[in-house]
């Protein structure tokens, strides 16, 4: 098969929840080494969207292409040796409350490292991801003692340490305050400099966007509305898009 150009490639994608039909021949694709944002009101599906992309939901039907492979075609197994190449930050950081942050950042290795690779490489991963997100000084700490801000940091080291070719952040910046949320958005960019990887952004913050797109998916009524850049958008006068910038 020729490798396709896209990191992610979507094509008529449809999602249903009864008579709830929240995707509708949506279309996208995920150039690499890009920042897509996927912006759209709350409830638009645009986690399902996600989900749909790790497939932990099965779409309707559509053809979604992840990293070249067709992902229907997939049994759990083989989706779950693509999903070490794919991150995933979660809306809710999903940090386990019992675990320090050492124990929170080796949790991902215990499935995709052989015992020995932990045993050899896990530390130095581990201070990697924190140095990657400012955070060394609290590999022993328990996610209590940290703040909003600094558990998504973490959540954000776990998601880089296995150096996933793809990340997919659902809201990264909801939930924060204007100057944690800013920091998050700068650590996102340093993050797609240093790993060159491809990200999709699922974000209704206009600051977040702002700063850490290349190109902004208008998710409306279930369909891709309008791909264009942060700049463009702003000008675009369709009331639907201009309402995102009042
Ligand atoms: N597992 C589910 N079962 C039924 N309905 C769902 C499920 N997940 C999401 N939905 C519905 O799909 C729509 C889109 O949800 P979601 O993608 O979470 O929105 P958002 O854009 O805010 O992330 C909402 O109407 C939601 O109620
Ligand atoms: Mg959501």
């Not at 939901?57 to 492979?69: E, F, N, P, R, T």
């Not at 075609?73 to 809710?92: A, T, V």
Request: proline content about 3%; charged content about 30%.
């Amino acid at each position: 098969m020729e490798p396709s150009k896209s990191i992610i490639a979507i094509s008529k994608l449809n999602k249903s929840f009864g008579e709830n039909h929240v995707l509708r021949d949506f279309d996208m694709s995920l150039a690499p080494g890009e920042n897509l944002v996927i912006l759209g009101k709350s409830g638009s599906g645009k986690s399902v969207l996600i989900k749909c992309i790790i497939k932990l939901i099965d779409a309707d039907s559509g053809d979604i292409m992840v990293l070249d492979h067709d992902i229907s075609m997939m049994d759990q197994d083989e989706m779950d040796l693509l999903r070490k190449d794919i991150g995933f930050l979660f809306q809710s950081n999903a940090l386990y409350d019992s675990m320090t942050v050492r124990e929170n950042l080796e949790f991902p290795l215990r499935r995709h490292w052989t015992k020995e690779q932990r045993e050899s490489q896990a530390e130095e991963a581990v201070m990697e991801a924190l140095e990657d997100v400012g955070l060394s000084h609290t590999v022993n700490m328990m996610p209590a003692e940290l703040s909003g801000g600094m558990r998504k940091r973490i959540a954000l080291a776990r998601t880089l340490i296995l150096k996933p070719k793809v990340i997919l952040y659902d809201e990264p910046t909801t939930g924060l305050d204007p100057i944690t949320a800013r920091e998050i958005s700068e650590l996102m960019i340093s993050i797609q400099k240093k790993y060159k990887a491809s990200s999709v952004i699922i974000s209704h913050d206009m600051n977040c966007i702002r700063m850490t797109s290349n190109r902004v998916i208008t998710l409306i009524e279930g369909r891709n509305y309008v791909a264009d850049t942060y700049e463009n958008l702003m000008k675009n006068t369709d009331p639907k898009v201009s309402e995102f910038f009042r």
